[in-house]
């Protein structure tokens, strides 16, 4: 099953999980079960000027019947809802979390951080994928300042392990093509030596994963006119280097991956649009490619 939460209520979420769920086949959407309000559902329904129903924790909308978990507890419904999810969700499903914003996770500053903090995991990597490109971040929602210190032969190892232990359950990798951290990669030490962390991770990782190829690291800036495919995984040093690329090629069908954990999480690569919230006019392109990509 895919164990779907509903996001901020006052987004986007609803409106392109709905629109997305209607264009699947009715085998797909019986493995959908979505974990929401009831108000913030309803509201959004009715946005969409939809003839439904929602009965016997059921939405019923002309012959596709999804299942719903309605939520009632008291603050961050984003929140309230994954963790409902959790509560349920079995080794072989798959979390989709919906968009919604940084301050709804009780002082952590998203999806992942909370992930890693729950189970303890601080070396979960964020990553993503679409039809073209599979991209992870050595580091991620950090300063600037903070993200050379962060980047150690050992966190390399660690994300780049959990990577390859578990990506090729989903997707077929063949290359592991790493960027660098310093502008020209250095220029052998002239600015900077952090690349030195890279290169001595990856003959470990040549060692613990010797099926794989590795490239890198090369230089951010020129990284991609090197030619890669989708059996590529490309492993950027930071957020921005890598995402500006990633949305660059991907558009709104990109998928944020998470794996690591006990279970698969997964999320549309965009935002929340408040500013589109019940104008029935967000693109749902984004949310109905992760869903044909996760449902058989």
Same mark, same amino acid.
């Not at 290169?199 to 990782?205: H, R, T």
């Given at each position: 099953?895919?164990?779907?939460?509903?996001?901020?209520?006052?987004?986007?979420?609803?409106?392109?999980?709905?629109?997305?769920?209607?264009?699947?086949?009715?085998?797909?959407?019986?493995?959908?079960?979505?974990?929401?309000?009831?108000?913030?559902?309803?509201?959004?329904?009715?946005?969409?000027?939809?003839?439904?129903?929602?009965?016997?924790?059921?939405?019923?909308?002309?012959?596709?019947?999804?299942?719903?978990?309605?939520?009632?507890?008291?603050?961050?419904?984003?929140?309230?809802?994954?963790?409902?999810?959790?509560?349920?969700?079995?080794?072989?499903?798959?979390?989709?979390?919906?968009?919604?914003?940084?301050? *709804?996770?009780?002082? *952590?500053?998203?999806?992942?951080?909370?992930?890693?903090?729950?189970?303890?995991?601080?070396?979960?990597?964020?990553?993503?994928?679409?039809?073209?490109?599979?991209?992870?971040?050595?580091?991620?929602?950090?300063?600037?300042?903070?993200?050379?210190?962060?980047?150690?032969?050992?966190?390399?190892?660690?994300?780049?392990?959990?990577?390859?232990?578990?990506?090729?359950?989903?997707?077929?990798?063949?290359?592991?093509?790493?960027?660098?951290?310093?502008?020209?990669?250095?220029?052998?030490?002239?600015?900077?030596?952090?690349?030195?962390?890279?290169?001595?991770?990856?003959?470990?990782?040549?060692?613990?994963?010797?099926?794989?190829?590795?490239?890198?690291?090369?230089?951010?800036?020129?990284?991609?006119?090197?030619?890669?495919?989708?059996?590529?995984?490309?492993?950027?040093?930071?957020?921005?280097?890598?995402?500006?690329?990633?949305?660059?090629?991907?558009?709104?069908?990109?998928?944020?991956?998470?794996?690591?954990?006990?279970?698969?999480?997964?999320?549309?690569?965009?935002?929340?649009?408040?500013?589109?919230?019940?104008?029935?006019?967000?693109?749902?392109?984004?949310?109905?490619?992760?869903?044909?990509?996760?449902?058989?």
């Amino acid at each position: 099953m895919i164990l779907v939460t509903q996001g901020h209520e006052k987004s986007i979420s609803l409106e392109v999980f709905i629109k997305s769920y209607l264009c699947l086949s009715l085998a797909k959407q019986k493995q959908v079960k979505l974990y929401c309000y009831l108000d913030s559902l309803s509201h959004t329904l009715d946005s969409l000027n939809m003839a439904y129903q929602i009965h016997d924790n059921k939405l019923i909308i002309s012959s596709s019947f999804l299942e719903l978990k309605l939520i009632d507890k008291s603050g961050s419904e984003s929140l309230n809802c994954i963790e409902a999810a959790i509560d349920d969700i079995g080794d072989l499903d798959i979390l989709l979390t919906l968009p919604t914003s940084k301050d *709804q996770f009780n002082g *952590q500053s998203g999806h992942t951080e909370y992930f890693r903090k729950r189970y303890n995991l601080r070396d979960i990597p964020m990553s993503f994928l679409s039809k073209n490109m599979n991209a992870s971040l050595l580091t991620d929602h950090i300063a600037i300042k903070d993200i050379s210190k962060n980047i150690t032969k050992d966190s390399i190892v660690n994300k780049v392990s959990i990577l390859l232990k578990k990506y090729p359950q989903y997707k077929e990798l063949k290359r592991v093509i790493f960027s660098g951290i310093n502008p020209h990669n250095g220029e052998s030490g002239q600015m900077g030596s952090e690349e030195n962390e890279i290169y001595a991770a990856i003959k470990i990782l040549k060692k613990n994963f010797p099926n794989f190829e590795y490239l890198g690291p090369l230089p951010a800036d020129t990284l991609i006119f090197n030619g890669y495919d989708n059996r590529d995984l490309i492993i950027f040093s930071s957020h921005d280097q890598g995402l500006g690329i990633f949305k660059q090629q991907s558009g709104l069908l990109g998928i944020n991956i998470t794996f690591g954990l006990p279970f698969l999480r997964i999320s549309p690569d965009h935002g929340t649009a408040f500013n589109l919230y019940l104008k029935n006019k967000a693109n749902y392109q984004g949310c109905l490619y992760l869903l044909e990509e996760f449902t058989k």
